[in-house]
């Protein structure tokens, strides 16, 4: 079905944007590329409100699992996507969902996941191992081993664990602004979490100097 352009996701932002002007941080926590219209990529890339990060933008095979025929375009789509939205905003940081072990999954397809998370950039991952659900297409499909799918679950997060060790390692020294949560953790516009030196109340905006990390999140002086 066509997205009426008068109900489309660019447009809303924009109308928030607009309209609470009060409003220091929106954020879109996942977003898959067809839904990037033309209104989206503008008040990315022009309004620093809205934040540079979106915790599932590289799917994997999640909501829509592509036929075989096709898997490239799928993946070309979704890195392309990444790349013009890091020529809007060189800061932006990206996580992914991604499916070890669909049914058909080759030893082939799934290094393309694998090499999906350098191309596209990912910071970090969200790792499910395929179990069927009874009722489902899927539960029909032919089945990939328990103990393959194991492994190459294992491996995805060994690659995301890098990947997020390199975004971390990018960040210190660095001055950042965050918002602060409960438990003395704030987030950075990409959403990094970082250790605070005291914990101060919520809700508040404070620039802090990045000094470390402890491989999971970022500390603050």
């Known amino acids: 079905m066509r997205q009426n352009r008068s109900e489309s996701l660019g447009l809303l932002v924009k109308q928030i944007l607009r309209d609470v002007p009060e409003l220091k941080r ?3 926590s996942s977003i898959d590329s067809v839904e990037a219209d033309a209104d989206l990529l503008d008040a990315f890339g022009s309004d620093a409100r809205l934040m540079p990060h979106s915790a599932s933008v590289a799917s994997g095979r ?3 699992h592509p036929q075989a025929h096709e898997a490239p375009a799928f993946t070309r789509r979704r890195i392309a996507f990444c790349e013009q939205m890091r020529r809007l905003r060189p800061d932006v940081a990206f996580g992914g969902d991604i499916i070890a072990g669909f049914p058909t999954e080759t030893e082939a397809m799934f290094s393309r996941s694998l090499d999906l998370v350098d191309e596209c950039g990912l910071t970090q991952l969200h790792v499910f191992p395929f179990s069927p ?3 489902t297409p899927a539960a029909r499909m032919p089945q990939v081993a328990g103990d393959v799918v194991k492994e190459r679950a294992r491996r995805l997060r060994d690659k995301g664990e890098a990947a997020l060790r390199r975004h ?3 960040e210190v020294g660095a001055q950042r602004r965050v918002l602060t949560e409960r438990g003395g953790v704030g987030r950075t516009p990409q959403f990094t979490p970082v250790r605070l030196a005291a914990p101060v109340e919520p809700g508040l905006m404070l ?3 990045v000094t470390g990390h402890d491989g999971r999140q970022l500390l603050a002086a």
């Open 26 to 28: 929106l954020r879109l």
């Open 62 to 64: 999640r909501r829509h």
């Open 133 to 135: 659900r009874p009722g």
């Open 168 to 170: 971390l390692d990018s």
């Open 207 to 209: 620039d802090v100097a």
